[in-house]
């Protein structure tokens, strides 16, 4: 069985691979601020191998993971071949889902959130080092605590956590 320390990043590619490289930098700046165990680090996942291929690397990753982030930007909403088949192996894995939304919005946005990921228990927050740390740090016991009340739904943070971040 996989030890799962890390924390998988599922994006766009194409137009929001920046944000990724981002939260990186966030982790090597002061990494005791921002810090996640990359999932991204275990094996390479090239453009130029089958879809197949892909998909066993993305797996293995995942199988070592113990969250599951989703950067949402302009395009992830139609991304299918890939992103939504991310969203639905976290779902069948019972990760805990942070939803990061690259235009900042503290909740939900359902014209931009992928619809798999619109009305399943997930955390939604907007693209700042010290939410989404606050996020990773925590969203996994509720998860967990809501799960078992039967509770999947989306939520947001409320604005006392916001303060209390300074944001």
Not at 3 to 18: H, L, P
Not at 44 to 70: C, G, H, P, Q, W
Request: net charge positive; glycine share 2%.
């Amino acid at each position: 069985m996989a030890y799962r320390n890390k924390t998988y990043v599922a994006f766009d590619g194409d137009s929001d691979i920046r944000y990724y490289h981002l939260m990186k930098a966030w982790r090597q700046r002061d990494s005791s601020l921002f810090n996640f165990h990359d999932a991204h680090d275990i094996n390479n996942a090239l453009d130029t191998s089958t879809e197949e291929t892909i998909k066993r690397r993305l797996r293995e990753r995942m199988m070592n993971s113990k969250v599951f982030v989703l950067l949402v930007g302009e395009k992830t909403r139609f991304l299918y071949r890939f992103v939504r088949w991310e969203i639905e192996l976290a779902i069948k894995k019972d990760l805990p889902i942070i939803v990061v939304n690259l235009n900042n919005k503290r909740t939900i946005d359902r014209s931009l959130c992928p619809a798999i990921a619109r009305d399943t228990l997930a955390i939604h927050v907007p693209f700042s080092s010290k939410i989404v740390q606050y996020a990773l740090e925590n969203w996994s016991k509720s998860h967990y605590t809501y799960k078992s009340e039967g509770k999947n739904v989306p939520y947001s943070y409320n604005d006392s956590v916001y303060k209390s971040l300074g944001m």
